[in-house]
């Protein structure tokens, strides 16, 4: 039997049961965030080239204690694995360090590190692995330790006490932001908002040895390190479920609303993500937080009118995770694991075998019509894509309702967008149909919020935002098909909007094999406009294309001497790879 560091077993923490089955949501009593002790802090340790080795290598001491680590460098191919301890201490088992993060946000990048691995208080790490990696960087998070609530039975205890009702959602028990969040992981931006139609079941790969007094800690961390370490606004999870069937709240917005995660790149404008706290690649996930994660997805997807049965038909929005390419028509279950969108092994392998039973007991549970929140008249905005290329139009949609739900018919409404200064301004003037319902489309130049706006009897009317993406628009010209040797090789192109273009080169060797022959930055003029020089000393074949962002040109082919030509010879139009 395992027991934590504060001597409550697990077991006994499953026979009390989770949180979630109360039926509220869960606030600190005091109104101060569980476990905010103010010391939490973020902090690195360099690793420069040669410190570590393949095999197995020295401890190394962390600057200071810590609770959670991830690794960011050269990790491709190194197949790493850490294990941690507080000095003189038992060493933990040995975690493998991911490459790189397997989440990211829609139209941006992942992390440049690894997962985040839970390590609970430790001062210690070593690592091994098959060959020897190139400069490395541990970034560390120094969680607060747990005293708002009471550790073990006493603080599930302390968590009922504090519970207040929220009949308006209807939602099962959770542990809101102000719960586990403090001041040190404040979103860097406003929330953006989506729709629901499906919802994808994640694991967070920090390891399941932790008491469910930790659990808020583990949040917390999680938050630091995805909004610090990999640059996001927030927690990349809408939701998260602790092995004990706790419910945590992640990213901040509302949890009646459809939050844009971080949590399924080229999905995350009409999903929601629900984290399971641990690794789940050869450990089931336990009853009570089955049970959890169903109440919950039955109700997330039932409060938005979404069916939780079935599968439906998306539309991928790429990206460098994404398993499949930009705009391809995919057959997903409404509760999906996340490895049916993005190039991942999550939510693990046991408890992607889970999920048929998840959707089964998630069915049963989504016999009740949701409550919903009293208001006023309600509007309602869909995206038809979430990236857009650059001068391309982009479609909007919605419904306005009064407030018995009744269509609001002939109202004047207003699209506006939001762009990088943060100030509204209006694109499109549209009125509604005789059943609500409103379109427009307009033109797309930089990433931006959209949302619709109305007067009701004299009360504005505001819908959602939705968050369109822009991807660049790259042209190439036509490039010489032969050159001599030292001859000019000119490259132009155009890319809107203006943006740092990178020109590929590749060489044909002798086995017929295409290679890597370096890559140049060229930065284009105002108005876009994009020319580089090349020059290649002897006989061969280069192939050229020009990249921005994950837009690429189909390569051209030139021949440099007396090398026989190809039939290539223009990069003219070509688009390859998603946005």
Known sequence: MMVSRY??????????????????????????AAGASEDLHSFTLPLPRGTVSSGVNPPLDAPQPFDLLGLSGALAGAHLQVRTRRRGGAWSRWIPVAAAADHAPDGGRAGAA????WTGRADQLQLRGTRTPGALRVHFVRAPTPRAHARGAAGI??????????????????????GWATTAVKPRNDPSFGRIDMAFVHHTETGNDYGPDESPAIVLSIARYHRDTNGWSDIGYNFLVDQYGTIFEGRAGGIDKAVVGAQAQGYNSFSTGISCIGGYMTTALPDAAMRSVAKLIAWKLGYHGTPVAGTLVVTSGGGELNAHPYGQKVTMHRIAGHRDGDSTDCPGDKLYHQLPALRTLAEGLAGEEPAKPAGSSKMTIVADRTVAVYGSAAAVHGVITDPAGNAVTNKQIAVEKQGASKKWSRLATVRSGSDGS??????????????????????SVVSPMVTISVTPKLTA???????????????TGTVLPAATVKVVLQKKLSSGRWAAAGTRTVKPSSRGAIRSTFRFAGPA??????????????????????????????VSGGVSAGA
């Open 7 to 32: 001597g409550f077993t697990r077991r006994g923490a499953l026979a009390l049961g989770a949180v979630a089955g109360l039926g509220t949501l869960v606030r600190p009593a005091s109104g101060h």
């Open 477 to 491: 010209g036509a490039l010489p098909k032969s050159v001599k040797p030292n001859g000019a090789v000119v490259v």
């Open 157 to 178: 205890a302390s968590a009922k006490s504090a519970a207040v009702p929220v009949s308006a959602f209807g939602s099962p028990a959770m542990v809101m932001r102000d």
């Open 541 to 570: 074949q280069y192939r050229i294309s020009l990249a921005a962002g994950s837009v690429a040109t189909s390569p051209a082919t030139v021949t440099v001497g007396g090398v026989a030509k190809t039939s290539s010879g223009s």
């Open 438 to 459: 409103w379109s427009a489309s307009v033109p797309w130049k930089a990433t931006g919020r959209l949302r619709a706006r109305a007067t009701v009897t004299g009360h």
């Open 114 to 117: 690894s997962d985040p691995i």
